[in-house]
């Protein structure tokens, strides 16, 4: 837990006894697979750092339809625009493995905000490189077709839940197909059609709420 928390961008601008002071400010919450930590429009001002399992960040319209922001993992951040604009939520986070996450609320983050600047400098470098991925995904909206963002976002996961095997890298995502159909932006048959093309083309091969990356250069060529 501790090694997960120190690769955290909230304490990776600390020395050793910063970070263990910031450690006692927050506290710990477990999430059974399926159990909602926080919904769309509710009241926020506390961050989430992830020490065990998968979340994901979703939104709904207002006619039901459902978009899949991101999945996060072990060390990633989440909730952090709450701390600096404490509002309503912008998504719902879902725990799609049993998790545990490690929060810290606004009025506890602010004396390290004021008192210790490099953590402010810190948690803005990670919002930036939030907005950053958040440009990609709309540029890939408009400009990508839908096997090109399958292969970017089976890539991407692979960073994240990827663990090299002697048949490939085997990315355990723990989505359905319809939530992997979210995170893309499509409808899970067309999400569905390009990974039977994908499997079929010898690059991946799908398993039980995974997949198995054959051949990571074509599915980098195909994400361009």
């Given amino acids: 837990m501790e090694d997960v928390l120190s690769g955290s961008p909230l304490f990776m601008a600390l020395d050793t006894s910063g970070a263990d ?58 909730g952090e625009l709450s701390l600096f604009d404490p509002g309503p939520r912008m998504s719902t986070a879902t725990a799609i493995t049993d ?15 004021t008192g210790r600047p490099e953590v402010a400098e810190s948690l803005l470098q990670a919002l930036a490189h939030r907005l950053r991925r958040t440009n990609e995904t709309l540029a890939d909206l408009v400009f990508s077709d839908v096997p090109g963002r399958v292969a970017k976002a089976l890539l991407d996961l692979s960073e994240r839940f990827g663990s ?33 093309d994908f499997g079929q083309r010898g690059w991946i091969r799908l398993e039980q709420r995974s997949v198995l990356l054959i051949d990571i250069e074509r599915l980098q060529r195909r994400a361009r």
């Fill in 21 to 78: 002071a910031l450690r006692r400010s927050m506290f710990e919450v477990d999430l059974p697979r399926g159990s909602v930590l926080f919904d769309e429009g509710e009241p926020g001002n506390t961050l989430y750092v992830i020490l065990l399992g998968k979340i994901k960040l979703g939104t709904t319209s207002g006619d039901g339809r459902e978009s899949l922001l991101a999945v996060l993992g072990p060390g990633e951040m989440f």
């Fill in 99 to 113: 998790s545990r996450v490690a929060g810290l609320s606004h009025e506890g983050l602010r004396p390290w905000l």
């Fill in 164 to 196: 090299q095997t002697s048949r490939g890298l085997l990315v355990t995502h723990d989505m359905t197909q319809e939530e992997l159909a979210q995170l893309v932006g499509a409808s899970r048959e067309t999400v569905n059609k390009a990974l039977a």
